[in-house]
Structure formats: C-alpha cells, structure tokens
C-alpha cells in the first residue's frame, strides 16, 4: 500500500512530529554551514582600517 503525501501547504504549517524533526534537522545543519561559510569569509576577508579614524580602529580592536 503506498503511503499518499500530503500537500505542501498543509506540511508546513501543520506538520506531523517526524516531518517537524526533518525540517528542524535540516535547518540546523544549514544554520552549521552557513556559520563556516561566513567564518571563512570574514577570516579571508582583508581588513584595511588606512581610511578610518583612529577611533573607529581602536574599537575595533577592542571588540576583536
């Protein structure tokens, strides 16, 4: 017997216990990638403060 899909909608605003844990399982693990993406780009990304006020550096550096 072949299980029948329910429509879109009605998935996603009203999901059953197993497709609330996928959906909430996936958007962690796009949440764990995006956080290294961006880590990498932030840590590749040059900082060049040569047109900043010294103040702005000095919290910069602070914060970092």
């Known amino acids: 017997m ?3 899909t ?6 996603l605003l009203r999901p059953t216990r197993q ?3 996928r959906m909430l399982n996936s958007e962690a ?3 764990v990638l995006a956080s ?6 932030a ?4 900082a060049d403060f040569r047109n ?3 103040a702005y550096v000095a919290v910069a550096w602070s914060r970092s």
């Open 2 to 4: 072949q299980q029948r």
């Open 19 to 21: 497709e609330r844990l």
């Open 6 to 11: 329910r429509p879109l909608l009605t998935r």
């Open 43 to 46: 840590y590749l990304w040059p």
């Open 36 to 41: 290294y993406v961006l880590t990498l780009f």
């Open 52 to 54: 900043q006020a010294p």
């Open 29 to 31: 693990w796009v949440c």
